[in-house]
C-alpha cells in the first residue's frame, strides 16, 4: 500500500485467532467504528467470538481508520485481515 498522509504508516490489523467478526457490540448499537474514524491505542474496534466467549479487537496504535476488510458477523481464521489504520501521532485530534 503506497503512503500519501502525513505519517506515512500503514497498520494491518488481523485477527489473532479464529472467530465470528462482530463490528458492534450488540445488534442494535452502532459500529464500534467507521472508515474515517481517528482512534487511540488500545480503543475496541470490533468483537471476536470464540466458542461463546467475546474478545475485544484493540487497535495497535492511534490511527484513521482507512478500510474495514472484514464483514460483520462473518466467519474469520487466523491471521485474516480486519482493518488497515493509518498511523497518526498520538496528540493529532481527538479519538
Request: charged share 30%; net charge neutral.
Amino acid at each position: 500500500m503506497e503512503s500519501t498522509g502525513k505519517s506515512g504508516e500503514y497498520l494491518e490489523v488481523r485477527a489473532p485467532m479464529s472467530g465470528v467478526f462482530y463490528r458492534r457490540p450488540s445488534p442494535e448499537d452502532s459500529p464500534y467504528v467507521e472508515v474515517g474514524d481517528l482512534v487511540k491505542k488500545k480503543q475496541v474496534l470490533a468483537l471476536l467470538e470464540t466458542m461463546k466467549v467475546f474478545q475485544p479487537v484493540k487497535s495497535p496504535a492511534a490511527g484513521k481508520i482507512l478500510k474495514i476488510a472484514a464483514e460483520n458477523e462473518t466467519p474469520l481464521k487466523d491471521q485474516d485481515l480486519m482493518f488497515i489504520i493509518e498511523k497518526v501521532n498520538e496528540h493529532l485530534g481527538k479519538a
